[in-house]
């Protein structure tokens, strides 16, 4: 038997993939993995401090080694990072599940995530980084998605009982 997530969570920074995939978990009853804590368990530093010390493109390798163990590995919610689904390895190998595009506006993504430090491709002028890299993103985001959601203004209970309702439709 092929072991696969049940859903694949992608969007940007603020979208509410950590958020969603949690509660969406926990409703379900299975397992949340974000890919991003992959990174960091296996590396041992932050993803920061990898963007720092190695660089974008390392991190990106490490990146997409996670996602690809993940999605032959992981029976539960996946969530990647934003940039995860922009690497051709990750995007092939997400063709076949069930992908979510949680979308959402810069004001909501703002409010949610403050755009601190901590993302560090969003450290320099983050609100106008943000906006280049979603138009960057947009379409490949919904080229890979098999459905899309909206996160902006809802609460999170409304964004899972959309998103399981989804996945049921899938499995019917």
Do not use: C
Not at 19 to 39: K, M, N, P, W, Y
């Amino acid at each position: 038997m092929v072991t696969r997530p049940r859903v694949v969570l992608i969007g940007p920074p603020g979208s509410g993939k950590t958020t969603a995939g949690e509660a969406l978990a926990e409703r379900l009853g299975i397992a949340f993995l974000d890919s991003d804590q992959l990174v960091e368990q296996s590396a041992g530093r932050t993803i920061s401090e990898i963007f720092v010390e190695d660089g974008e493109p390392v991190f990106r390798r490490m990146e997409a080694d996670a996602v690809r163990r993940a999605l032959e590995t992981h029976d539960g919610v996946l969530a990647l990072g934003g940039g995860a689904p922009m690497q051709k390895p990750v995007a092939e190998a997400l063709h076949g599940h069930v992908v979510v595009f949680l979308d959402v506006t810069i004001t909501d993504a703002a409010r949610r995530v403050g755009f601190d430090g901590t993302r560090p491709l969003l450290a320099v002028n983050p609100r106008a980084t943000w906006t280049r890299l979603m138009q960057e993103r947009r379409p490949t985001y919904e080229r890979l998605a098999t459905h899309r959601v909206d996160t902006g203004g809802r609460d999170v209970k409304v964004v899972v009982d959309e998103v399981a309702a989804l996945i049921e439709s899938e499995s019917r």
